[in-house]
Structures are given as structure tokens and as C-alpha cells.
């Protein structure tokens, strides 16, 4: 008489019910694992995601250089920067008494997608691509012996193929740039991919925001950009310099961050 256990390891190997269950077996516990580990690695990967975006943002303002370590990122990011909420449509600071939601659970770009959070972007054609933007988004105040020294904005746009999501930095005058950096983005390497470029980065430093009319110059051109509102294009990708021209013109200006600044560098030493 065939023991038992001999009968249920000749199904499991010689059949096809015996094969597919192995198989099913197998597949949901790899699921339960991968799922596992999904979760317990998330918490360090969203980590390790805000201190790459404030690393960009300190970059942008000079603050830190590329090969910062996370510490040393975290420890200029704490003692030199205010993280503001601000009503993007009024350019005032919100507290937790003026929202119905938790500020620090608060996502602009998840908020941008909302059907319900999103503003439309106005007017439609200022930020091609971009159909809404979110209502509320997080402005970084450059601090230095306890006074406004600065000034970190979030801009993002679409260029050739993707998104571009960076910072640009401008001083207490709200009217000097001090640097820009991007993050994320799929541009073509060695065209539009050139926004990493740390020669063409460069180029926007002390550039000037506004003309005498309050308008926003600052701006990408095409060829040599040799005034002081205006950088240099990249060869060969007019259409991602476009998309920066078109991002950084409408978030600095009045549909963007241009009430903010004006409501603050009319307090900023140096104004």
C-alpha cells in the first residue's frame, strides 16, 4: 500500500493539477513577499525622494553642491530654509486654521489631478499641456541670521516628451535669479536633457525677473541670450527651451508666484 506521503509528492511532481498548484503556490507567496517588501522599503524611498527634491532646491539656491551627503542636506535644509503653504491664486501664506486638509499630508501635484482641487490654468495656452494646477503649493523662504535672504519656487512645465518638474531660486529683491535646477524630467540626452547641464544652468545666474512695465522678461531665446532678462536656447531643442521659457513666465508671473513676491520682497532687506 503506497504511503501518504509518497502518494501526494507523485501529484504534486507527475500530474497537472499537482503542477499548477505548485505553480499557484509559488506565484502567491513571491506576490506576498514582493508586497512585503513594497511596503516596508516605501517609507525610506518617499525619504530618499524629499531629500533628493530638497537637495535640488537647495542647489538652485546655491545653498548646497551636487555631491551633498543626506545629512548635510537635511541640516541646511532645517536651519536655513521656511517651508511655506501658499494660496497660489493670492500669494498668502495659509496656516492649518485656513485649510480643511493636514498640511503635511498635503501633495500639489496629487492635488493638481484632483477633479475637484484642480484650478484651471489661466490663461489655457500659458503653460501648454497643462490643463490644471493645484491650489495650494509649498514656497521655500531663504533665511539668514533670521531674515529673508531668499527665495525657493517650484515650476514645472511640459517640454518635448515629458514633464519638467525643478526650482528656481531668486533673492530677497524678488528680481535676481540665484540658480535653477530640474529633477525629474525625459528629455532627449544631449538635447533637451541638456536642462541638467551644469554650463547651461549657469547661464540664469544674477539674470534678471521683471522689466520696469512688472512684467516677467526673464525668459529662454533663441541663439545668444545677451541681455540681462535673457538665456541662451538649447541646440537643437526648441521645443523643450520653449517649455522652459513658457513654465518660468507663468509661474513667476501673476497667475503663478507673482503675488506672492510682490507681497514679500516689498518687506525683504535690499527691496
Same mark, same amino acid.
Given at each position: 500500500?503506497?504511503?501518504?506521503?509518497?502518494?501526494?509528492?507523485?501529484?504534486?511532481?507527475?500530474?497537472a493539477?499537482?503542477?499548477?498548484?505548485?505553480?499557484?503556490v509559488?506565484?502567491?507567496?513571491?506576490?506576498? @513577499?514582493? *508586497?512585503?517588501?513594497? =511596503?516596508?522599503?516605501?517609507?525610506?524611498?518617499? #525619504?530618499? +525622494?524629499? !531629500? %533628493?527634491?530638497?537637495?535640488?532646491? @537647495?542647489? *538652485?539656491?546655491?545653498? =548646497?553642491?551636487?555631491?551633498?551627503?543626506?545629512? #548635510?542636506? +537635511?541640516? !541646511? %535644509?532645517?536651519?536655513?530654509?521656511?517651508?511655506?503653504?501658499?494660496?497660489?491664486?493670492?500669494?498668502?501664506?495659509?496656516?492649518?486654521?485656513?485649510v480643511?486638509?493636514?498640511?503635511d499630508?498635503?501633495?500639489?501635484?496629487?492635488?493638481?489631478?484632483?477633479?475637484?482641487?484642480?484650478?484651471?490654468?489661466?490663461?489655457?495656452?500659458?503653460?501648454?499641456?497643462?490643463?490644471?494646477?493645484?491650489?495650494?503649493?509649498?514656497?521655500?523662504?531663504?533665511?539668514?541670521?533670521g531674515?529673508?535672504?531668499?527665495?525657493?519656487?517650484?515650476?514645472?512645465?511640459?517640454?518635448?516628451?515629458?514633464?519638467?518638474?525643478?526650482?528656481?531660486?531668486?533673492?530677497?529683491?524678488?528680481?535676481?535669479?540665484?540658480?535653477?535646477?530640474?529633477?525629474?524630467?525625459?528629455?532627449?540626452?544631449?538635447?533637451?536633457?541638456?536642462?541638467?547641464?551644469?554650463?547651461?544652468?549657469?547661464?540664469?545666474?544674477?539674470?534678471?525677473?521683471?522689466?520696469?512695465?512688472?512684467?516677467?522678461?526673464?525668459?529662454?531665446?533663441?541663439?545668444?541670450?545677451?541681455?540681462?532678462?535673457?538665456?541662451?536656447?538649447?541646440?537643437?531643442?526648441?521645443?523643450?527651451s520653449?517649455?522652459?521659457?513658457?513654465?518660468?513666465?507663468?509661474?513667476?508671473?501673476?497667475?503663478?508666484?507673482?503675488?506672492?513676491?510682490?507681497?514679500h520682497?516689498?518687506?525683504?532687506?535690499?527691496?
Amino acid at each position: 500500500m503506497p504511503q501518504p506521503e509518497r502518494s501526494w509528492y507523485m501529484f504534486l511532481r507527475e500530474t497537472a493539477p499537482g503542477a499548477f498548484l505548485v505553480a499557484a503556490v509559488l506565484c502567491i507567496v513571491c506576490s506576498v @513577499l514582493v *508586497a512585503g517588501a513594497a =511596503v516596508i522599503l516605501k517609507p525610506a524611498q518617499e #525619504a530618499n +525622494k524629499l !531629500v %533628493f527634491k530638497q537637495k535640488n532646491a @537647495l542647489m *538652485a539656491a546655491g545653498l =548646497v553642491e551636487g555631491d551633498a551627503s543626506p545629512d #548635510a542636506v +537635511k541640516k !541646511v %535644509f532645517a536651519d536655513s530654509v521656511e517651508k511655506q503653504l501658499v494660496d497660489i491664486s493670492t500669494g498668502e501664506v495659509v496656516t492649518a486654521d485656513d485649510v480643511k486638509f493636514k498640511i503635511d499630508d498635503y501633495d500639489p501635484s496629487q492635488a493638481a489631478k484632483d477633479p475637484k482641487l484642480g484650478e484651471p490654468v489661466s490663461p489655457p495656452a500659458a503653460l501648454p499641456g497643462i490643463q490644471k494646477r493645484e491650489p495650494y503649493t509649498f514656497v521655500y523662504e531663504i533665511t539668514k541670521d533670521g531674515k529673508p535672504d531668499g527665495f525657493i519656487f517650484p515650476i514645472y512645465g511640459k517640454g518635448l516628451w515629458s514633464t519638467l518638474r525643478g526650482y528656481l531660486a531668486i533673492e530677497a529683491d524678488g528680481q535676481t535669479v540665484r540658480g535653477i535646477t530640474f529633477y525629474e524630467h525625459a528629455e532627449t540626452p544631449g538635447l533637451g536633457g541638456e536642462v541638467d547641464n551644469p554650463g547651461w544652468k549657469a547661464l540664469w545666474d544674477d539674470k534678471k525677473v521683471y522689466g520696469e512695465d512688472g512684467k516677467v522678461e526673464l525668459g529662454v531665446v533663441k541663439g545668444q541670450g545677451s541681455d540681462e532678462y535673457s538665456v541662451d536656447g538649447l541646440s537643437g531643442a526648441t521645443i523643450t527651451s520653449r517649455g522652459v521659457d513658457n513654465m518660468v513666465k507663468y509661474w513667476l508671473g501673476p497667475e503663478g508666484f507673482g503675488k506672492y513676491i510682490e507681497k514679500h520682497r516689498a518687506t525683504s532687506p535690499g527691496a
